[in-house]
């Protein structure tokens, strides 16, 4: 599978401002996702980052809030906007399909702690 | 929509001994696959197991079983001789074969004691 990076591994952020988390992968993949994880839940997938396209946003996210970026098939970007305490959470990226294989299983990186004062 | 429940929000087991998690789920779709991921305190989400819904045969991995029941729409993970390593939060997962979102379980946190 995948090695997936993640950075920051966690950050300590005041209300107001904003955070990239940036995820990278060691081989080109297809499919890239972002979830959050909020403290004693489960995982929400915020959306899907398109390679060379907007990302396709779940229910209850926005562009505006969530801002994404997916520059080329290795690489992708997750920005936090106007952070208030209610965004202190894991981020997780995760990826699926290899360029040259469909895998059909989702692989995730080591997750971002975000919290927001 | 897809929709995962794990019924038991904590679970213990001896060391050495063997503990099944539970999963259902609902789905209209025919074609899905379901996933059992592990989350220990370090917070990575790392792959268990991974079962495509149209094959019979339940999967296994070394110490790590499912249960495998398409008509109940069960999904049972079965880890047996339990380490100290298996102490973590499992997440039961369902993904459909023409979508690509996966649909997560509330998890179950196990605590294996020595």
């Known amino acids: 599978s995948a090695v997936i990076s993640q950075k920051p591994s966690r950050d300590i952020c005041q209300r107001g401002t904003s955070l990239t988390i940036q995820c990278q992968v060691d081989?080109?993949?297809?499919?890239m996702f972002w979830y959050r994880q909020q403290p004693g839940q489960s995982l929400t997938l915020i959306a899907t980052?398109?390679?060379?396209?907007?990302?396709?946003?779940e229910s209850g996210f926005v562009i505006d809030k969530f801002p994404i970026s997916r520059p080329n098939l290795t690489f992708s970007t997750l920005t936090v906007s106007n952070m208030s305490p209610e965004d202190s959470s894991i981020y997780l990226c995760?990826?699926?399909?290899?360029?040259?294989?469909?895998?059909?299983?989702?692989?995730f990186g080591p997750g971002t702690r975000l919290t927001v004062l | 929509a897809q929709t995962v429940t794990q019924s038991q929000p904590e679970m213990s087991v001896q060391e050495a001994e063997t503990v099944t998690l539970s999963c259902t789920y609902d789905?209209?779709?025919?074609?899905?696959?379901l996933f059992w991921y592990k989350q220990p305190p370090s917070r990575q989400m790392i792959l268990v197991i991974r079962q495509e819904a149209y094959k019979q045969q339940n999967a296994t991995e070394n110490r790590f079983s499912v249960n495998f029941q398409k008509a109940a729409k069960s999904f049972s993970l079965k880890i047996s001789d339990s380490q100290l390593g298996d102490t973590a939060m499992y997440f039961c997962?369902?993904?459909?074969?023409?979508?690509?979102?996966?649909?997560f379980g509330g998890g179950t946190r196990l605590m294996v004691k020595p």
């Open positions: 789905t209209s779709e025919n074609n899905y696959y």
């Open positions: 995760s990826v699926e399909d290899a360029v040259d294989e469909a895998t059909d299983t989702q692989y």
């Open positions: 081989s080109q993949v297809t499919m």
């Open positions: 980052a398109n390679q060379g396209s907007e990302a396709t946003y």
């Open positions: 997962a369902s993904k459909n074969n023409a979508g690509n979102m996966l649909t």
